[in-house]
């Protein structure tokens, strides 16, 4: 009788562990990003100034390993560290594909210029 007692107490503290684990691993996986991935966290733009907008964005990436959050084709992505350091970010494609990049005078940040003129310019903080 006793034998049976702590067969199911041992069974239901099993199951409960397991209940526990998998609330657990679901609660995790829905605060991560994939390796590799980027999310836009917030998003704020500033349009008080005549033909001239001022957005600011804040991504949150998982980056592989020798990876850091970066842009390209004019979304958070994650790119070579290199990139970064030597500050040569048209490196990184950050324009969309008719765009043209070129980098600032003093390397903070770049320019993308459209087909018809139009030019954003990108400053890294």
Do not use: Y
């Amino acid at each position: 009788m006793q034998l049976i007692r702590l067969a199911w107490a041992l069974t239901g503290a099993a199951i409960c562990c397991f209940v526990i684990l998998l609330i657990h691993s679901h609660v995790l996986k829905e605060g991560q990003l994939a390796a590799g991935t980027c999310e836009i966290v917030t998003l704020d733009r500033d349009s008080s100034q005549p033909r001239r907008t001022i957005a600011r964005q804040t991504a949150r990436c998982a980056c592989k390993k020798g990876q850091i959050a970066g842009t390209t084709r004019a979304r958070p992505a994650c790119v070579d560290a290199r990139i970064v350091r030597s500050r040569q970010w048209c490196d990184m494609m950050p324009c969309l594909e008719d765009e043209g990049c070129d980098l600032l005078v003093n390397q903070s940040g770049w320019t993308c210029t459209q087909p018809g003129g139009r030019v954003k310019t990108t400053t890294v903080s």
